[in-house]
């Protein structure tokens, strides 16, 4: 398998002679649709290639460099808006593919990615990145720019398709032009999958996830320099042009074809005063530009400037900070439920605003562990921005259940001022950890009351036991029988958590909107007991509190308090 000899010149000679590229084996170079317009790096055309160069994923392996990349283009990092991430929605995040179209009708040999699938007027979606033009330090390509090429939406099943899959001994069965963004197929690697649909059930529907670059493009050119006088074009009149004059100094002149440089050092004198100033300038503090007491020495009419009109600022730094939070997210859990308890934490590495010229616009640098601290949980030992620890199955003791957490993190860099001086003091943030923040969950048990049917005990939501258990109780009713008001609310005593003696009822009066003092003797009491958590086999005793007071007694809201 694999492109033949035929096929191989064919393609070459295309290239070579004629400019112009596609590997349909039954057409001459005149029938060709595609100029070969490979792109030319950072000097010419791709102005920010050398970013990318110089900032390489890191990681041994391919699924490393992925996870790497994808931290890298994300917005506030090196790599945002330079590389385009063509292989998914982010760290973490969902495939993301390019559909190909066929180049020619009829032809299954060229292929190529356009901004809109089988949309040629959308513009080609070209310059992938090359592994190969971004090498390690080793000269080996970087493996995390390899394109993936699949047979159908990988989204929905689609087939990976190796280097391997084609290849004979002579040639492999498919070349990807990361340049252009154009896929070449082998006859043999047509057949091959349109023969083997079980192999391959989408066929000839190509689907690439990759990297692009998206930086900046194009380069400057050299032209004709017009010289006017007022305004009034009058190059033809002038025939030298001699820079003279004290402090000009001509860098350049001579060769014929080059840059010139006129730098004018002196012509605009300096400024010299030993008085120091009177008062501060321009006297708004805080934003005065020279202080009082300020002297000056040979200063150049740009530095007076300067002085005057662009005062060294300082950025804004914002401290790292952490955040952490539990599932199951409810303060309160019946004890005994056996519950896995998840903790979710992120890091925040700061900020350095504005960046001016240090080498990061973060405060820290990244954290290096999670110090996840409870119950079936333990530190975590990673540098990503958010981390997660499941204590497993867990069951709910009696009141607080409680977790913590704290992220180490690196040092960070050296922050600079507007001129690019170093701020310092505060200077670069030392390695260091956040304050520990926690989360707890509550065990208490449920009270339970005739809140939906007067001869039904209903659960009532959770609520802290050293608090007001409120109910509020349908009403009584001929037509039910004997059946009263009830509430079921579970005591502390004997080892078991709860209530303390309940010593306050209230009752709330819905004319007046307020909480009002209801006879404890108005309510029989009771023992009783209940299962908690339902099917655990763990019974509770509660106390049930029925109401003797009239009858039947309409509906209406209660509180019970220790």
Same mark, same amino acid.
Do not use: R
């Given at each position: 398998m694999g492109f033949t000899a035929s096929e191989i010149r064919k393609l070459t000679f295309k290239v070579q002679a004629a400019n112009v590229i596609d590997a349909d084996s039954g057409a001459f170079w005149y029938q060709s649709k595609l100029e070969n317009s490979p792109a030319v790096k950072s000097e010419r055309i791709l102005t920010q290639y050398t970013v990318v160069k110089s900032n390489l994923p890191t990681g041994a392996t391919y699924v490393d460099q992925i996870a790497s990349l994808e931290t890298l283009v994300e917005p506030g990092n090196v790599l945002e808006n330079i590389v385009g991430n063509a292989y998914s929605t982010g760290p973490a995040g969902t495939i993301i593919s390019s559909r190909l179209s066929r180049v020619t009708l009829g032809l299954n040999n060229t292929w190529i990615s356009y901004n809109t699938y089988n949309d040629p007027s959308s513009g080609p979606k070209d310059l992938w990145i090359n592994p190969a033009s971004v090498p390690a330090a080793n000269g080996d390509p970087t493996q995390g720019y390899t394109i993936q090429l699949y047979s159908g939406d990988p989204n929905a099943g689609g087939v990976k398709i190796t280097t391997s899959v084609g290849q004979d001994a002579d040639e492999v069965g498919w070349v990807w032009n990361y340049d252009m963004g154009v896929l070449f197929l082998a006859n043999n690697l047509i057949t091959l999958i349109q023969g083997d649909a079980a192999t391959y059930p989408a066929g000839l529907d190509f689907y690439v996830r990759g990297w692009r670059y998206v930086g900046t493009t194009g380069a400057g050119s050299g032209g004709a320099v017009a010289i006017e006088d007022g305004g009034v074009n009058v190059t033809t009149a002038v025939s030298k042009i001699n820079f003279t004059g004290t402090g000009v100094t001509v860098t350049g002149s001579g060769t014929g074809n080059e840059d010139i440089e006129v730098a004018i050092s002196g012509g605009l004198g300096s400024y010299t005063n030993a008085t120091p100033t009177p008062q501060p300038f321009p006297g708004n503090s805080p934003f005065d530009n020279i202080p009082t007491?300020?002297?000056?020495? !040979?200063?150049?009419?740009?530095?007076?400037? !300067?002085?005057?009109?662009?005062?060294?600022? =300082?950025?804004?730094?914002?401290?790292?900070?952490?955040?952490?939070?539990?599932?199951?997210?409810?303060?309160?859990?019946?004890?005994?439920? =056996?519950?896995?308890v998840t903790l979710n934490a992120t890091f925040n590495q700061g900020s350095i605003n504005p960046q001016y010229t240090s080498a990061s616009n973060k405060r820290s640098g990244l954290p290096n562990t999670y110090n996840f601290n409870g119950t079936g949980v333990s530190p975590v030992v990673s540098t990503s921005l958010a981390e997660s620890a499941t204590t497993g199955a867990y069951t709910i003791l009696a009141g607080a259940n409680t977790w913590t957490n704290s992220v180490s993190f690196d040092a960070g860099v050296m922050p600079k001022d507007s001129v690019g001086g170093d701020f310092d003091p505060p200077g670069a943030l030392s390695a260091g950890t956040t304050s520990t923040i926690s989360r707890t969950i509550t065990g208490v048990f449920p009270v339970f009351a005739t809140t939906s049917s007067i001869s039904t005990m209903t659960k009532q939501s959770l609520v802290s036991m050293s608090g007001y258990a409120t109910v509020s109780l349908v009403a009584e009713s001929f037509a039910t029988g004997a059946a009263r008001q009830t509430v079921d609310i579970p005591i502390a005593g004997g080892g078991q958590a709860g209530w303390s003696t309940i010593t306050i009822v209230e009752f709330f009066n819905t004319f007046s909107n307020q909480w009002g003092a209801s006879a404890l003797s108005d309510w029989t009491t009771s023992a009783t007991t209940h299962e908690v958590p339902a099917g655990s086999g763990n019974i509770i005793n509660y106390t049930r509190f029925t109401n003797n007071a009239g009858y039947p007694r309409g509906a209406g809201q209660y509180r019970f308090k220790s």
């Open positions: 007491g300020e002297t000056f020495s !040979n200063e150049t009419f740009e530095a007076m400037m !300067n002085k005057m009109l662009y005062p060294t600022l =300082n950025p804004t730094l914002t401290a790292p900070s952490a955040t952490l939070s539990i599932s199951p997210s409810a303060s309160f859990q019946e004890i005994g439920a =056996n519950v896995p």
